[in-house]
């Protein structure tokens, strides 16, 4: 038996074990003690590289090696090739942190994820967990909104809304019972960025609700993800139990008198209960139907109290803000863009994955420096931004920096950072007319124009590509549909659906058999 023991790192994460890495861990225990190697396996969250999945990392003097995609058959290889002192072989990628990938990032939500074990408390604190939480508790209320206020942190699901304002509104509101909801029922296409902080970091998490509850008064949280993220709820249900034992979470937070508990709720299973008050109604055991607003949750929120309702990632970037100040926070990105976004790269590119960045880079940056172009090796013709109520971006849009005000300059939105790349085989009128239908599919149906409008979208489209002599009469029916689903829908569902629609036909007019006059005009 070797006399120093060698740690190996295989990733947990739900990608990652799709493709596998189960049974790679197992490989490698068992060649090992074959060996009489002297190694422990880690199973840490993934580093978002997810092409080379499973990645597996060795621990060596120089820093951690990277070998992917790593699958059973290459375990013995891999040993015979002395990966174990970072031995060259075909799966060698080099150093993880020096990899471009990883090296042009700017990764503080995402600091420790792939790092660390996801349930060992250790490894949390020693990469800096807790820290913020533990400024929270020494310092007032009012000063922890204020933190969040000068950071510029804004809502990273769709609205962009600032974070402190809304957590303000709800530290005034009246009332000793309050709540703090975080939204996980991550549905969006393209998207897996609340996926992998829940099962990479699930602390970070906790931690970023803590302080919330901590902020605005509420001593109950409630985390509502998405029913299809099983490994996710494991994990999360796991780490609150732990941080609660180890008094992070319960009746005296680190003996502080202060108290905060934290439950998982398993979400319905439908798109709309993504949306705020659809959600807020599911988690008080309702059909998820959009609620009216006013009033806003903030200050009728859960079972009418006021409440704070975030996402995965405002709430994972809490820590950071408290633990080194709003300004350094607000040092990244642009405009009122401010801090960073974890942009996750999909659809038809060579190296899909999860990078974070301030704000400020561009699509293209992301399409081809860490994306690597298409993986059919055609040229890239369209992206969609933002989940499939995001609008699809021609080549002459690329250049426009990821900043919230700059995308709704062109009738786009960058949402939960979510893109999905197209080559130029794809027919833009069929992905116009998906749009339109999963409005249809999804809507909780209260509203007449998210409803109704949807469905005869999918029939106006149907009849523009279908019958060439009634496509001007047609066109100018679907863009009257579309302002009536946008001006009268309750909420985004409806409201965003005409985005993809309208840029598809605005920038695409060929795939609707238009030519460029006819499809812009109004």
Same mark, same amino acid.
């Given at each position: 038996m070797s006399a120093s023991l060698i740690t190996i790192y295989v990733p947990r994460d739900a990608a990652a074990l799709a493709v596998g890495a189960d049974a790679v861990?197992?490989?490698?225990?068992?060649?090992?003690? $074959?060996?009489?190697?002297?190694? $422990?396996? &880690?199973?840490?969250?993934?580093?978002?590289?997810?092409?080379?999945?499973?990645? &597996?990392?060795?621990?060596?003097?120089?820093?951690?090696?990277?070998?992917?995609?790593?699958?059973?058959?290459?375990?013995?290889?891999?040993?015979?090739?002395?990966?174990?002192?970072?031995?060259?072989?075909?799966?060698?990628?080099?150093?993880?942190?020096?990899?471009?990938?990883? $090296?042009?990032?700017? $990764?503080?939500?995402?600091?420790?994820?792939?790092?660390t074990d996801p349930l060992s408390l250790d490894d949390y604190a020693a990469h800096g967990g807790w820290r913020g939480l533990q400024r929270a508790l020494d310092i007032p209320p009012q000063a922890v909104v204020d933190e969040i206020k000068t950071s510029g942190l804004r809502g990273r699901g769709g609205a962009?809304?600032?974070?402190?304002?809304?957590?303000?509104?709800?530290?005034?509101?009246?009332?000793?019972?309050?709540? &703090?909801?975080?939204?996980?029922?991550?549905?969006?296409?393209?998207?897996?960025?609340?996926? %992998?902080? %829940?099962?990479?970091?699930?602390?970070?998490?906790?931690?970023?609700?803590?302080?919330?509850?901590?902020?605005?008064?509420?001593?109950?949280?409630?985390? /509502?993800?998405?029913?299809? /993220?099983?490994?996710?709820?494991?994990?999360?249900?796991?780490?609150?139990?732990?941080?609660?034992?180890?008094?992070?979470?319960?009746?005296?937070?680190?003996g502080s008198g202060r108290r905060f508990h934290l439950e998982v709720r398993k979400a319905a299973g439908a798109y709309i209960c993504g949306e705020e008050t659809s959600m807020l109604e599911s988690l008080e055991g309702k059909r998820g139907l959009v609620r009216f607003?006013?009033?806003?949750?903030a200050l009728e929120g859960l079972f009418g109290k006021p409440t704070v309702v975030n996402n995965v990632i405002s709430l994972a970037a809490v820590p950071y803000i408290?633990?080194?100040?709003?300004?350094?926070?607000?040092? /990244?990105? %642009?405009?009122?863009?401010?801090?960073?976004l974890p942009f996750q790269l999909a659809g038809n590119l060579r190296r899909g994955g999860l990078v974070e960045r301030a704000f400020g880079l561009t699509l293209r940056e992301l399409l081809y420096d860490f994306g690597g172009g298409s993986a059919s090796g055609r040229p890239l013709r369209a992206v969609q931004v933002g989940g499939p109520l995001g609008?699809?971006?021609?080549?002459?849009?690329?250049?426009i920096p990821l900043d919230y005000e700059a995308y709704a300059g062109v009738s786009a939105m960058i949402g939960h950072g979510g893109l999905v790349a197209f080559d130029d085989t794809v027919d833009m009128a069929a992905m116009a007319r998906y749009a339109m239908e999963f409005c249809a599919i999804e809507s909780c149906g209260k509203c007449t124009p998210c409803r109704i409008g949807s469905t005869r979208g999918v029939e106006v489209i149907d009849r523009i590509v279908q019958q060439p002599h009634k496509r001007e009469h047609e066109v100018v029916l679907l863009r009257d549909l579309c302002d009536t689903m946008v001006a009268g829908s309750l909420c985004a569902l409806g409201g965003m659906a005409p985005y993809p629609v309208l840029s598809a036909l605005e920038h695409f007019p060929e795939d609707f058999g238009l030519t460029p006059p006819l499809a812009s005009a109004g």
């Open positions: 861990a197992a490989a490698v225990a068992q060649e090992a003690a $074959r060996l009489g190697q002297a190694v $422990r396996i &880690v199973r840490n969250g993934s580093r978002g590289m997810l092409w080379l999945e499973p990645l &597996v990392e060795v621990a060596t003097p120089a820093g951690r090696v990277a070998y992917g995609p790593v699958s059973v058959a290459d375990v013995p290889q891999l040993f015979a090739a002395n990966w174990l002192a970072g031995g060259e072989h075909l799966l060698r990628q080099g150093i993880t942190d020096e990899l471009p990938w990883m $090296r042009e990032q700017q $990764r503080l939500t995402f600091a420790r994820i792939g790092i962009a809304f600032p974070t402190g304002i809304k957590w303000q509104t709800v530290l005034d509101a009246p009332g000793n019972e309050k709540y &703090v909801a975080c939204n996980a029922d991550e549905g969006d296409s393209g998207t897996f960025s609340d996926r %992998m902080v %829940m099962e990479g970091d699930p602390y970070m998490l906790i931690e970023g609700m803590t302080i919330a509850g901590l902020a605005v008064g509420a001593t109950q949280g409630y985390l /509502y993800v998405r029913s299809e /993220y099983p490994h996710a709820i494991a994990t999360l249900e796991a780490a609150i139990e732990l941080a609660a034992n180890a008094g992070w979470l319960g009746e005296n937070i680190q607003k006013p009033p806003l949750p408290l633990a080194e100040g709003g300004e350094a926070y607000a040092s /990244y990105g %642009m405009g009122r863009s401010l801090g960073t609008a699809y971006l021609p080549e002459s849009q690329w250049d």
